[in-house]
């Protein structure tokens, strides 16, 4: 069966600094593989997303992703973190030929000033 | 949250009451979605729609229904039946179904039955 874990529930880290939220899938195929962000009483918005190619992925508001076959996992990065980052992440997996997206569980996001 | 509209964005309801959340879409896309969001449960899939008047049935589709007679259009109904409907309801939709495109979210209504 398809699935998502983030393993952490939050992470922390001072404005300026780099950041990772962290994410790994277990899939029986190729995936395809998401970032999404949300904000407090919002709906997800798209960041970015993996398909076929270069592992190393970018998308909206300076971040980024790598996908890493041999250890099935999609990070999500950002060389400096602002305050204005602070969200709720969602990684979520999805195989070619079907119709759903499979979300993990969200990790919150606090970045410090 | 651009081109999805979700309404109301609060929704207060007495136990036994259905209720209906609206959905509407003006990005011409095929595929819409309904998704439950829990807190630290991630979302789920309610049920979903590739194509005007056909839907399938997603991961907790016990007491939902869904129309899709419209292709900017998919209602999403709580009953009766559903018996936690306290939630934070999302519609999402895709150009289409296919795998590789991502999902637009609506801004979200959220539910509260007593």
């Known amino acids: 069966a398809q699935s998502v874990a983030q393993p952490e529930d939050q992470v922390n880290v001072a404005e300026g600094n780099p950041l990772t939220v962290k994410c790994t899938y277990s899939?029986?195929?190729?995936?395809?593989l998401f970032w999404y962000v949300q904000y407090p009483n919002r709906g997800l918005q798209f960041l970015l997303k993996y398909i076929t190619g270069d592992n190393l992925v970018k998308g909206s508001y300076g971040f980024e992703a790598e996908f890493n076959k041999s250890q099935t996992s999609f990070h999500l990065k950002k060389p400096s973190a602002l305050v204005s980052d602070s969200a709720l992440y969602f990684c979520?997996?999805?195989?070619?030929?079907?119709?759903?997206?499979?979300f993990g569980t969200g990790t919150r996001l606090q970045v410090f000033p | 949250d651009g081109g999805i509209t979700q309404s109301p964005k609060y929704l207060f309801r007495k136990e036994g009451q259905n209720v209906t959340l609206s959905c509407e879409q003006n990005l011409n896309h095929d595929a819409m979605y309904w998704y439950r969001q829990d807190p630290g449960q991630g979302l789920r899939l309610i049920y979903y729609s590739q194509i005007v008047n056909d839907f399938q049935k997603g991961d907790i589709a016990e007491g939902y229904s869904v129309s899709r007679e419209k292709k900017e259009s998919f209602p999403l109904t709580v009953t009766s039946a559903q018996k936690n409907p306290t939630a934070f309801y999302l519609c999402?939709?895709?150009?289409?179904?296919?795998?590789?495109?991502?999902?637009?979210f609506g801004p979200g209504t959220r539910l509260t039955v007593t």
């Open positions: 999402a939709s895709s150009l289409t179904s296919g795998s590789s495109y991502e999902q637009y």
């Open positions: 899939v029986s195929g190729n995936p395809y």
């Open positions: 979520a997996v999805s195989l070619y030929n079907t119709d759903k997206l499979i």
